[in-house]
Every structure is written in C-alpha cells, then in structure tokens.
C-alpha cells in the first residue's frame, strides 16, 4: 500500500508512506496525481474514484472542507472497495487530527508540513492491523477448506 495526503488544489504533499518497493519519485507523482484528479473534475465534473494504472490499483478521496486528496495505491488483486475503505480511515483520523490545525492556519496548509510527521506511526499501526486481519483471515479460509475435505 502507498498512501499520498495531499493539498488538493497545488499538490502540495502534506504526507507519503508506502508499504511497497516503488523506484517512483513521490514529489513528481504527487504533482501527477494531482493534476490528473484536477482534470477529471474539470473535463467530467468529479473527481476520480479508482483506477488501474502503472500495475496497482488507486483510489482517491476528495476533501473538499480541508481542500485535502487522499490517494492510495496497491498491487491490482486489492479489491478498490477495501482500499478505498482503509483510505477512508486514515482519512477520518487525519481531519479529526489536524482539524486544530486547520482552523489555526486560516483555512490553509501552508508552512512547516513536518508537523504532519508523527501522523506517520498512525498510519504504520493501522497497516500492521489490517496485515494482521489478512494473516488471520487466510487461515480461516484454509480450516475452511480442510473442513469442506473431511
């Protein structure tokens, strides 16, 4: 999983994290991201909600209030539904996080992102969560299996 929180009109990247070996520069894919959201709500009129490109599946999530872009991306057997629900959690805290923030700065982004850093062990816990809810689920799956066999 690769996980952008971004200024959702300049690109400005707030936060990155991945989980997966990308020889991918973050800044300039920041930018592309980006760009291509504000194209897509330009020439259709609402943001991108998924799509497979590069190898990996991506979500988006708009938010407008906070004038924020989540984006995150996994390898294509990631079903979009599930990622674009762990990208909603990590939405949520975010906003409930900064929202202090947010008010204090006018509305505005701008300044010292390194503040956001902490936020990043947030997010490593929820993803050892969910890697340990895959591990256990895999297993059910298989004593499900030798039990359909016996």
Do not use: C
């Not at 990622?83 to 505005?108: C, M, P, Q, S, Y």
């Amino acid at each position: 999983m690769i996980i952008w929180i971004l200024e959702s009109d300049s690109g400005v990247k707030l936060l990155y994290k991945s989980f997966l070996k990308t020889n991918a520069d973050e800044d300039i894919v920041s930018g592309f991201l980006t760009a291509f959201n504000q194209f897509s709500i330009m020439e259709f009129n609402q943001s991108i909600d998924s799509i497979e490109m590069g190898g990996l599946k991506w979500v988006y999530i708009l938010e407008p209030k906070y004038n924020l872009l989540f984006v995150a991306a996994n390898k294509k057997k990631m079903k979009s539904e599930i990622l674009k629900t762990r990208l909603n959690v990590i939405k949520n805290a975010f906003t409930k996080e900064f929202d202090e923030v947010w008010e204090k700065k006018g509305h505005n982004w701008d300044g010292n992102i390194n503040i956001f850093l902490p936020f990043l062990q947030l997010i490593e816990d929820y993803y050892s969560q969910w890697e340990e809810v895959e591990t256990l689920t895999q297993v059910a799956d298989f004593f499900d299996i030798l039990g359909v066999f016996q």
